[in-house]
Every structure is written in structure tokens, then in C-alpha cells.
């Protein structure tokens, strides 16, 4: 497969993004969020007591660079779940925008059919409201150890 024309600020910009989320999990991985106090805390759950769908993220990605998945499975499953669909779209994003790859089962467009997003906005709608429930398996959804 033979590279096309490389835009140059296409490609400044993706190494930007790749040191700067390579910064972020070095940051990450160096330091626990469970305790230390420059990481910020939920401000939905700071202020309802309330689970929202992002919280144990930063805590589930700690574990998740440590390789401790059974953690990372309990302090978010959603997010645990969805890294490799995210990592899967943003290589081929990159790659079709920088290197003009296309991957056949690569989204044609660069949005997502409406199909997917509200697939993806029900999940997330329906994860987050089951993680506050406080039933048996239901309440195992909450961030925990």
C-alpha cells in the first residue's frame, strides 16, 4: 500500500495529538487518581451523589495501563468495553485523514450512521441509569474495588 501525498499540517497536527495523549497516559499512569489531588472529581456526583457514565474513568484507565482489567471492569465496564471501538475509529480516522488509507469496513462518511449514534446514546442513557439502581447485579455497575 503505498503512501500518497502527506499534507504536513495534517501530520503536525496528528503527532500533536499523539504526544499529547501520550503525555496524558504517561500522567496517568505515573500517578492514581483514587489519590491524588490534581485529578478533578465527577462534579455531577460531587453534587447529586448521583453515578454518571464517565465516572471511574480515569481511575478504570490507571488500572487498565497497570493491566489490571478486573479492576478497570469494576470502576467503569462501559468505557472498558468501548476502548477498542474508540482506538479502531480514531487509527483508521487518522489514517484516512493523513495517509488517504481507506479500510473497507471503515465507515465510508466521517460522521457515524444515525443508527450507530443513537445506539451508542441509548447505551449510554441506559448504563447510566442502571449503575444507580441499587439491585442486585445492577448496583455491581457503580464504580467500585
Known amino acids: 500500500m503505498p503512501l500518497k501525498e502527506l499534507n504536513l499540517c495534517r ?5 500533536t495529538l499523539l504526544l499529547s495523549a501520550g503525555t496524558a497516559l504517561a500522567v496517568l499512569f505515573m500517578f492514581n487518581p483514587s489519590s491524588t489531588a490534581f485529578f478533578p472529581k465527577c462534579p455531577f456526583h460531587s453534587v447529586t451523589g448521583l453515578y454518571c457514565p464517565g465516572c471511574g474513568t480515569l481511575r478504570g484507565i490507571h488500572e487498565l495501563l497497570h493491566l489490571r ?7 467503569n465496564p462501559l468505557m472498558v468495553v468501548s476502548i477498542p471501538f474508540i482506538i479502531y475509529y480514531a487509527i483508521m480516522h487518522v489514517c484516512r485523514g493523513v495517509f ?13 450512521p444515525p443508527f450507530f449514534v443513537w445506539s451508542i446514546l441509548l447505551t449510554v442513557i441506559l448504563f447510566w441509569f442502571a449503575r444507580n439502581l441499587p439491585f442486585y447485579p445492577l448496583h455491581l455497575l457503580a464504580p467500585h474495588y
Open 11 to 15: 501530520m503536525v497536527l496528528c503527532i
Open 69 to 75: 482489567i478486573p479492576n478497570a471492569l469494576k470502576l
Open 100 to 112: 488517504k488509507y481507506e479500510d473497507p469496513l471503515y465507515v465510508s462518511q466521517s460522521r457515524l
